[in-house]
């Protein structure tokens, strides 16, 4: 399905066209199915995956920003992981295992001394070199302990600022969106990027890290960057 007939169709269906939606459904179920095979060895059956991902991918068409020149299935994607991922850690009585916690530990432990002795944050590789495992064992490790960021979070960690990313979203005040949609657009597309998968599709730094095939620190210091611009054109 070409770009702006997509576009066309999400507009549609924001609107309560009900056959737009279920023409949009239908053109994005092969990657709703692929994204649910990823998840294949989680206890679910394909088919539930599937459904559930379907409802991520609902959730995307509603809240997609025509505004911005993204790619639907790039907004999408995370969207319906992130429905998934979700309904997992509520159906699971699994904890995370202790040899997980135990290699995240080593690992946030490596980037300190790798960080001190190369002069730099280490890339995942080095540490994976470091510790003489697999670069997608310390992904995974960092991943189950590393907390998932919420639109709840402040938006500075400075104390009695108590204001919310959300607060921009949810605000019914016309001037506030103009204002934050103008912030946004002054944004390079890689920042806005950032931005979508962080507080939109409420990803960690190490899956928007892996998304855009750059590390994490640089996603961190890229985050903060962006925020501190936020702040100053809000």
Known sequence: MEMDQTRHLISQSQ?????????????NLALVRSVARRFLDRGLEYEDLVQIGALGLLKAIQDFNLDFEVRFSTYAVPKIMGEIKQHLRRASTLQ???????LASEAITAKDHLGQTLGRTPTISEIAAHLAVDREEVVTALDAVAPVYSLQAPLS?????????????VSTADQEHFLLKRALEKLEPQEQQVILLRYFAERSQIEVAQILGISQAQISRMEARIIRQLRHDL
């Open 15 to 27: 609107q309560g066209d009900l056959t737009a939606r279920n023409e949009l459904v239908e053109a």
């Open 96 to 102: 995370v295992s202790r040899s997980m916690k135990r």
């Open 157 to 169: 960690g400075s104390e009695g600022d108590s204001t919310e990313f959300q607060d921009f979203l």
